[in-house]
């Protein structure tokens, strides 16, 4: 079982809801990340939250809105997604983010199936 | 930016047989890591290397941190159905905005029983 808790698993959504991803670590990790995984792709950093600060933004458009309301949480905020967002998103944690030394590999969850129509 | 190549893209193999993955960068990286990722579920760590010309195993996993730092190969030795899955390389670098994870495509594995 993964350290890492994301819920829902599954998420249908049209295009004009507003829904939020949801996770939870509980490792004592200070950096947490969202991704985004197309099929047969690799991963691709979305964001990056270290000492629930946001440190990396990879241009992604301000339909998708991260919140880190505590050292164990992190949501992702969808609102007026596009059919091109369905996707796999996974969280991920490590100790620290690696902005000034090591910090740890990267644990992921299981990710949420994000499908919008 | 970094890219790293990771071959071979899909491997098909007979239950037993020994296989092998890697992955190269025309730069160097601080860390290593290998992934799994099984359909519906979220890459798995399976070993990490932290210096160069680390060799790490992982029970029939075993993996390797090239010397110069911009290669590493993951071995599976004896494999059985349940290695299916996608297998991707990942290297980290340490400072500034290099300080995250760049993933190589992945190897996908199928295995005859």
């Known amino acids: 079982d993964t350290e890492v808790t994301q819920t829902p698993k599954h998420l249908v959504m049209g295009m004009t809801n507003k829904k939020s991803l949801k996770c939870e670590q509980h490792?004592?990790?200070?950096?947490m990340y969202w991704y985004k995984q197309k099929a047969k792709k690799p991963p691709e950093l979305m964001f990056v939250?270290?000492?629930?600060?946001?440190?990396i933004n990879e241009s992604v458009p301000s339909r998708f809105s991260p919140e880190c309301p505590n050292s164990s949480l992190l949501n992702l905020h969808l609102h007026a997604l596009q059919p091109e967002d369905s996707a796999l998103y996974l969280c991920?944690?490590?100790?620290?983010?690696?902005?000034?030394?090591?910090?740890?590999?990267?644990?992921f969850g299981n990710g949420t199936r994000l499908t919008v129509t | 930016g970094q890219q790293l190549n990771q071959s071979p893209q899909s491997m098909f193999i007979q239950e037993g047989e020994d296989v092998s993955m890697n992955c190269t960068s025309s730069s160097i990286f601080n860390t290593w890591l290998w992934y799994k990722q099984d359909p519906g579920e979220g890459p798995v760590l399976l070993i990490a290397?932290?210096?160069?010309?680390e060799l790490t195993s992982n029970g029939r996993l075993t993996a390797q941190f090239g010397i110069t730092r911009k290669d590493s190969f993951l071995n599976i030795s004896a494999s059985i159905p349940s290695d299916v899955g996608i297998y991707f390389c990942?290297?980290?670098?340490?400072?500034?905005?290099?300080?995250?994870?760049?993933f190589g495509k992945g190897t996908k594995l199928s295995v005859k029983p």
């Open positions: 490792m004592g990790h200070r950096a």
């Open positions: 990942a290297g980290q670098n340490y400072g500034g905005s290099q300080g995250n994870l760049i």
């Open positions: 939250y270290s000492y629930e600060k946001l440190s």
């Open positions: 290397l932290y210096k160069a010309g």
């Open positions: 991920a944690s490590s100790l620290r983010d690696t902005g000034q030394g090591p910090g740890g590999p990267l644990h």
